[in-house]
């Protein structure tokens, strides 16, 4: 029978959890120093990553909304006025790395703003239409031009990581990583690397719908097994709408897990997917599951293979996305799911050294489990999910008895092969080998096995 385990990288960070903060909407002032006050709650939930979106100015030229995108960037260097100044960013590190967090900054080099410094430093580095505007190859992204990466603006660029990766950045989200020329992000690694050793590079990859777009337009694009060359860790766009379609009845659970089974077994060994339910792209969960199966897919999100990412709010219940190009804060009234939260930042944190990843024949709920690699260990983590909210008790495979619940911090029982919860989610640390068949997964055994 063919091997269906995932063996997870040998690597702190694929047991990792990024807080992604988007500071204009963190805080009612929008402001760097209102998350440097929130970092101790923050490293209080077990993270160890501290992800910021763009802190740089927004262009004015072509803006959207009232206040305009992060994402149209009008100079590399600068911290932007309306989030605070360059003291306020510093402190905001130096204090991040007192508490053991580590902080990656993102980065956008497809595009910049029309009136951009660099644009009009280098008029030729953006591209522009017959009447010499700026413009680019995505007609969506109205108020941004496209780079041009010819010899001058490459240099730029590479000057722009080094600068911030020397003020204390550990590491860079990359955005639309796919669509910027390939040998631009190895050279940019060799580079920044170079000068500051282990830094963290993640990108952000496009679903296939893009991938498809873009050939069809001869627009450059790379697909995830290219951009891992160059990246740590890469988005999970790959399964994002299966994971949607099973989230709302038009597929199961079961062929989305299976497919991230597949997606670990054929990346190379070193390649880690980020694992999240939400971010400031893409809808909050709590706005289109209930809170159970909200949580149920969480929970099971986090502990697959692969660093998890929480976007801020996520923890207070927030159900609204604040707007890219207005003033919205996170409503932090909702239920607090710190505590909860936190047991699930810590269960994940041993799947550190409990490497080997399994999907299990389970059903109604889905069923994962981490062991450890070496055969004489015997410790395995289970992992129930009801992400159907089916309700239990669930149908188990492990010894009648009583166990502790990681994520509830409460006794649960399992008696005549049925373990009673009312909870969505369960965790168990369980201190023996469990004998518990794996999922055959169809994606990875054929008729020649």
Same mark, same amino acid.
């Given at each position: 029978m063919a091997e269906t385990s995932f063996i997870a990288p040998d690597s702190d960070i694929a047991a990792a959890t990024i807080y992604q903060v988007y500071p204009r909407a963190f805080s009612a002032d929008g402001s760097l120093r209102a998350v440097t006050a929130e970092l101790e709650r923050i490293s209080a939930l077990g993270a160890d990553i501290l992800y910021l979106t763009p802190v740089q100015?927004?262009?004015?030229? +072509? +803006?959207?909304?009232?206040?305009?995108?992060?994402?149209?960037?009008?100079?590399? +260097?600068?911290?932007?006025?309306?989030?605070?100044?360059?003291?306020?960013?510093?402190?905001?590190?130096?204090?991040?790395?007192?508490?053991?967090l580590r902080v990656v900054l993102d980065i956008v080099f497809h595009h910049v703003s029309p009136d951009a410094v660099l644009a009009q430093e280098l008029p030729d580095a953006v591209m522009r239409d017959v009447a010499a505007e700026p413009t680019g190859s995505i007609p969506e992204w109205g108020d941004v031009a496209e780079l041009v990466f010819d010899r001058a603006v490459r240099a730029h660029l590479l000057e722009v990581l080094l600068f911030w990766a020397a003020r204390g950045?550990?590491?860079? +989200?990359?955005?639309?990583?796919?669509?910027?020329?390939?040998d631009f992000w190895l050279d940019a690694r060799a580079v920044v690397d170079a000068a500051h050793p282990g830094t963290l590079w993640i990108a952000e990859t496009v679903d296939p719908g893009m991938i498809a777009f873009c050939r069809r337009a001869g627009i450059t694009v790379h697909e995830d097994a290219e951009v891992f060359q160059a990246f740590d860790i890469e988005y999970p766009y790959d399964t994002w709408q299966l994971w949607r379609?099973?989230?709302?009845?038009?597929?199961?659970?079961?062929?989305?897990?299976?497919?991230?089974?597949?997606?670990?077994?054929?990346?190379?060994?070193?390649?880690m997917k980020l694992r999240c339910v939400e971010n400031h792209d893409n809808a909050r969960v709590q706005s289109f599951l209930?809170?159970?199966?909200?949580?149920?897919?969480?929970?099971?999100?986090?502990?697959?293979?692969?660093?998890?990412?929480?976007?801020?709010?996520?923890?207070?219940?927030?159900?609204?996305?604040p707007s890219l190009f207005e003033r919205e804060p996170v409503d932090w009234s909702g239920v607090d799911l710190s505590a909860v939260l936190t047991r699930l930042i810590s269960a994940k944190k041993k799947t550190r050294w409990l490497r080997r990843f399994d999907v299990l024949e389970s059903a109604p709920w889905i069923g994962l489990s981490w062991s450890a690699i070496e055969a004489d260990e015997p410790h395995t983590l289970l992992g129930l999910f009801d992400v159907d909210g089916t309700g239990g008790p669930v149908p188990v495979r492990i010894p009648d008895g009583r166990y502790t619940d990681l994520l509830a911090e409460a006794e649960v029982v399992v008696a005549n092969g049925l373990l009673h919860t009312a909870a969505p989610a369960v965790v168990l640390d369980v201190a023996a080998l469990v004998s518990w068949p794996t999922r055959r997964n169809p994606l990875l055994i054929g008729e020649v096995d």
């Amino acid at each position: 029978m063919a091997e269906t385990s995932f063996i997870a990288p040998d690597s702190d960070i694929a047991a990792a959890t990024i807080y992604q903060v988007y500071p204009r909407a963190f805080s009612a002032d929008g402001s760097l120093r209102a998350v440097t006050a929130e970092l101790e709650r923050i490293s209080a939930l077990g993270a160890d990553i501290l992800y910021l979106t763009p802190v740089q100015p927004i262009g004015r030229e +072509r +803006r959207i909304g009232s206040v305009g995108s992060p994402y149209a960037i009008q100079d590399y +260097r600068r911290i932007d006025p309306e989030q605070g100044t360059d003291g306020d960013f510093d402190e905001l590190v130096t204090r991040a790395h007192a508490l053991d967090l580590r902080v990656v900054l993102d980065i956008v080099f497809h595009h910049v703003s029309p009136d951009a410094v660099l644009a009009q430093e280098l008029p030729d580095a953006v591209m522009r239409d017959v009447a010499a505007e700026p413009t680019g190859s995505i007609p969506e992204w109205g108020d941004v031009a496209e780079l041009v990466f010819d010899r001058a603006v490459r240099a730029h660029l590479l000057e722009v990581l080094l600068f911030w990766a020397a003020r204390g950045v550990d590491g860079f +989200r990359c955005d639309v990583a796919s669509l910027v020329p390939l040998d631009f992000w190895l050279d940019a690694r060799a580079v920044v690397d170079a000068a500051h050793p282990g830094t963290l590079w993640i990108a952000e990859t496009v679903d296939p719908g893009m991938i498809a777009f873009c050939r069809r337009a001869g627009i450059t694009v790379h697909e995830d097994a290219e951009v891992f060359q160059a990246f740590d860790i890469e988005y999970p766009y790959d399964t994002w709408q299966l994971w949607r379609n099973a989230t709302d009845g038009r597929a199961s659970a079961l062929q989305y897990v299976d497919l991230v089974q597949w997606q670990g077994l054929t990346r190379p060994p070193t390649a880690m997917k980020l694992r999240c339910v939400e971010n400031h792209d893409n809808a909050r969960v709590q706005s289109f599951l209930s809170t159970d199966r909200a949580f149920a897919w969480t929970a099971l999100t986090a502990l697959l293979p692969g660093p998890f990412l929480m976007y801020a709010g996520q923890e207070a219940s927030a159900a609204a996305r604040p707007s890219l190009f207005e003033r919205e804060p996170v409503d932090w009234s909702g239920v607090d799911l710190s505590a909860v939260l936190t047991r699930l930042i810590s269960a994940k944190k041993k799947t550190r050294w409990l490497r080997r990843f399994d999907v299990l024949e389970s059903a109604p709920w889905i069923g994962l489990s981490w062991s450890a690699i070496e055969a004489d260990e015997p410790h395995t983590l289970l992992g129930l999910f009801d992400v159907d909210g089916t309700g239990g008790p669930v149908p188990v495979r492990i010894p009648d008895g009583r166990y502790t619940d990681l994520l509830a911090e409460a006794e649960v029982v399992v008696a005549n092969g049925l373990l009673h919860t009312a909870a969505p989610a369960v965790v168990l640390d369980v201190a023996a080998l469990v004998s518990w068949p794996t999922r055959r997964n169809p994606l990875l055994i054929g008729e020649v096995d």
